[in-house]
């Protein structure tokens, strides 16, 4: 087996994942990963939902244990950033002064949070971002009953976090631009049920609406929105992450709001490989370039740079997929969903258990089960196949006997 040195550069799910899908490909080399954070890598979706509530603890979400780096001889830098890549040396250079060498190379930097950069007070203190453990943290603490929390922004973080600080009883506003939460997403139809949802469970929502400037006024922070004032003790800014793609694109490497890869997670130099949320690889089933910043893309490309980088020939061949949880609702998407594309619900949407479709050219462009389980393997399974609305909305017809005809 291979045994040139691999360097994992990353402390979140892609880098853990990598370093650990190596070890059970059988490769026995030297094995390093160095990561900024001081907690060994852990899993982010529940610092939104279960540990922002209050209900789960670190432990609970970190990939391996010590224990496990130990036994499997993986050397861990932890709290250490790399700084810069000398390609031609094949060396990384750490904030400690290290210099560590690699034969191979993985890059899962990641995100993070948008800081907000621009808006007027968004550096003041009670004005928070969610993207780390510790983040996740200091937000908890404050998240109190009765605690007035401003979020800004209705994406998946800022729409999660609202549910998570209705459950903690806080009066919980979001602002946003967008006039439907979520739509840009999942079409207009499901941004409006799970519109309806935190409305119904008295997160107040304030749409159409920019934030222009936070200002402190005693204790406290005052929205400026238009001719609005929106009064808080607590700012979340949920305004999006921004891939970490400053080591690569110094080292020369391809860049395009994202590393660029080809199938195999390569980037433009063959020895180094890029995975997870700053990966901008090649998706063979699509046939474009993807970049995805979600779980379970984070979990498949580190397995697939381990078989890449173990001589395997597996390929970036499979469709997106990722999972939100909101108050009672809890939904699977899988696929490739695009503006226009047609919708169709099958079950009942009010009752809050259902499926929805999108069908593009007539066939199949993505799927989404709403707190309907063990079906989205069937679902994956439709993907790309003919099959008339009228069918997939017709509940009696079993998932997989719908593309029978
Ligand atoms: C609050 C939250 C909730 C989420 N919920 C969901 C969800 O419900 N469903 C879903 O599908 N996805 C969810 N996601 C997205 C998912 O967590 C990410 O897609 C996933 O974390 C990406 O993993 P990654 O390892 O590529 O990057 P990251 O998790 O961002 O990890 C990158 C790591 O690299 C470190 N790093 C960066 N630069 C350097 C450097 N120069 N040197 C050393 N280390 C460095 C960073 O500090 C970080 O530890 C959520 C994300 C967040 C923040």
Redesign the pocket.
Known sequence: MHSEPILV?????????CVTALREHGYTGELTL????KHL?Y???????DF?QGNSGLADFTVADDDWYRTHEVQLHLG????SIDRAGRTVQ??DGRILEYGQLVL??????NTGQGLPGSELPGVHV???VD??RTLRQVLLEGTRVAIIGSG??GM??AASARQRHAEVTVVSPSTTPLAAALGEGFGSYLTGLHRDAGVRLVLDTRVNRIEARGRELILHAGDRQISADTVLLAIG?SP?L??ARDAGLETDDGVVTDASLRTSDGRILA?????RSFNTRLRRQLR???????IR??KLAASTLTGGDAEYDWYP?????QFDLGMEFVGHRLDGDTEVVRGNRQEGQFIMFWLREGRISAAMNVNIWDVNDSLRALLGRQVAPDRLADTSIPLDQLADR
């Open positions: 550069i990353g402390g979140g799910l892609a880098a853990a994942t160095v990561s900024d954070e890598p899993e982010r979706p529940p610092l939104s939902k922002l250490v950033a790399a700084e750490c904030t899962a930097t990641g995100s993070r949070a969610l993207r780390t983040d996740a998946w973080i999660e976090a992450a970490n400053e080591l995975i997870g949320d700053i990966a995805v910043e979600h779980w379970d893309n984070a490309q580190a997929y990722f999972f939100t949880d």
